[in-house]
């Protein structure tokens, strides 16, 4: 059983990740956490799903939220992101970290902060795109010199970062492979949960690679795997690479 925290629970992923963790027998819910601005703060949710019995009051103090659980998994902004991470540190807590938008800075931050914590830190939690990352360093592994590649995104007319962490990745994944410098091209449409293409081009053939996020459970469901994987590792910074094995 993995004892978690949800980090900003009354937002659109929070709510997910909850629900979803109600239908895992291998999830207990132990508390959920929000900004203290949040107007749901204080409110009492009978028999949250996941948490047995028990009765779970939205609260603001992460390290009240932060007692008694295995791993926080937060999608929520970069700086309260980096206050839960440094709480987790005190108390020797896991952290599952789904948020984007970290400066450089803010990432060397969570890079210290796993020489003392497990930390599953990854731009998407998708099974698939973390696939077709791998996908896509083995594509310009193979095909070489001279190749051109493009790459396009797009999401929801809300997101704050741009481009999506995803759209980074997929952009370190072709550099570190390859030394090509990708076309990244951004969109931001009405409600898309996610969408991203790759094309390779080369002399004399051409790849296109694309993965649609089809439902905001897809990264629930993928953050929930990962708080199972890091429960009990050692210090470290994990990618859900490592989280699937590929």
Known sequence: MVKICVAGACGKMGRRIADLAGKDPEIKIVSLLESPDCPHVG????KVPGSGDSVISVISESGEAFSGVDCVIDFTLPEPTLEHLQECVKRSVGI??????FSP????SIREASREIPIVFSPNMAVGVNIVFKVVSDICGAMGKGLRVKVDETHHVHKKDSPSGTAKKIVSCIKETCGVEPRVEVFREG?????HGIVFDSEFEKIELRHSAK????FAAG?????????????GLYSMADVLGI
Do not use: C, N, W
């Not at 409110?43 to 009978?46: K, M, N, P």
């Not at 953050?223 to 210090?235: E, I, N, T």
């Open 43 to 46: 409110e009492t949710v009978e």
């Open 96 to 101: 599952v970290i789904g948020t984007t938008g």
């Open 191 to 195: 409600e898309v949960i996610g969408e």
């Open 215 to 218: 439902d905001r459970d897809v």
């Open 223 to 235: 953050a929930l795997r990962a708080a199972k994987f890091v429960k009990g590792k050692p210090p």
């Open 105 to 108: 800075e803010s990432e060397l």
